[in-house]
């Protein structure tokens, strides 16, 4: 049901005296003497700006933040005065540990000061000047089809819990902002690449969209933030990495440049999330391992995804000629692998040690022979 304000502020007579008091000159300057902290922000560095770091002073810093938010449940900014009847946003999520990353702040300026436009600056007329043989440019089209499905969701995410988090958490939700620019900023390039030559788009994958909608739905978000943000983005920077390594032009080059540094920063918050989560909750360790227990089969249904693994083949080896498809074979194996690997080697090094429970190793293993 939506909500209304208590009343109609067309019918408030108080409110439209009100208006015309103020406008003819009779100033109420109720506000001027806010009960509110006097600080002066100053940039630590000239040359960076000033930052939400800076701002870290009083009761308008993040340090301030309580571990439980229970006292503020509206959309007032943090630090200001409150006063007067205002409303409950029924924020769901109060606890700061349950969002919070120490590094969340210097993520959010490096996502402003690393913005890219795929408009201009990927040099699409490459493309043109040397065209690709048709099977790569049918796996590239293929691939990035792929790709625009787990950017979908990786912006899907933020936005589906920043309207649940408390306002309190200013420099998280600002964080989580800049992740729907890079979820949306990464659509946009991927579906420009593969329409750009007329190959079109390729097909959808039924296994990686039904897993990836496991993740989204997380019931908690520190579930989800470790589905989307370690799993689903550690797995992207990888077949980032696969792809910039092997690309079969500059504009492929140039887009996983890009991307991987948007991957990048979405791994560090969301294992920086996770530390600070068990450093404060440490009884949440079994219940997010079990979690893991039940949601990690969804890397399998993305790595093994013929609508990914096909044309990462033939990306890797160069073509659909006997020895090139071997050698994207064994290109592709080393990729799975190290898939695992790094997901395993984060979440242990945040606190949550996989290594003897994850059936991961031994089906890659099985499966990659």
């Not at 100053?42 to 930052?51: E, F, I, N």
């Not at 059936?359 to 890659?364: E, K, Q, S, T």
Request: charged share 25%; aromatic share 8%.
């Amino acid at each position: 049901m939506a909500f209304f304000a208590d009343k109609d502020y067309t019918q408030d007579q108080a409110v439209l005296d009100a208006i015309n008091a103020v406008m003819q000159g009779n100033l109420t300057l109720h506000w001027i003497d806010a009960n509110t902290e006097k600080v002066r922000g100053r940039a630590s560095d000239p040359r960076r700006g000033l930052t939400y770091e800076d701002l870290d002073l009083g009761s308008y810093g993040f340090s301030s933040i309580p571990e439980f938010v229970r006292d503020e449940q509206s959309m007032v900014a943090r630090g200001s005065e409150k006063w007067g009847r205002l409303p409950d946003m029924g924020y769901v999520v109060n606890r700061k540990s349950d969002v919070w990353s120490d590094n969340v702040t210097t993520l959010y300026e490096e996502a402003k000061t690393r913005r890219w436009a795929p408009a201009v600056d990927v040099p699409w007329a490459e493309l043109e000047i040397n065209p690709l043989a048709s099977d790569l440019q049918a796996a590239c089209a293929q691939l990035y089809t792929f790709l625009q499905e787990c950017a979908l969701v990786a912006l899907d995410f933020p936005a589906r819990w920043v309207p649940l988090i408390n306002q309190e958490f200013i420099e998280q939700k600002s964080f989580m902002c800049s992740q729907m620019l890079d979820g949306a900023r990464l659509l946009e390039v991927f579906r420009k690449r593969a329409l750009y030559t007329g190959a079109g788009l390729g097909r959808a994958s039924v296994t990686a969209e039904q897993g990836l909608k496991e993740w989204l739905w997380a019931d908690t978000y520190p579930q989800g933030s470790l589905a989307i943000n370690i799993l689903l983005a550690g797995f992207m920077l990888a077949a980032y990495r696969q792809v910039a390594a092997v690309a079969p032009s500059r504009v492929d080059r140039a887009i996983m440049g890009y991307a991987m540094q948007d991957a990048a920063r979405q791994v560090s918050y969301g294992t920086g999330a996770l530390r600070y989560h068990l450093e404060h909750q440490p009884a949440q360790k079994a219940a997010l391992s079990g979690y893991l227990d039940e949601a990690e089969h969804v890397m399998l249904a993305l790595v093994g995804s013929p609508e990914l693994l096909e044309p990462l083949i033939i990306i890797s080896g160069g073509g659909l000629e006997g020895a090139q498809v071997k050698s994207g074979r064994e290109s592709v194996v080393k990729f799975i692998r190290l898939v695992v690997r790094e997901y395993l080697e984060r979440v242990s090094a945040a606190g949550l040690d996989r290594r003897g429970n994850s059936r991961l190793p031994a089906i890659v293993d099985r499966v990659s022979l």
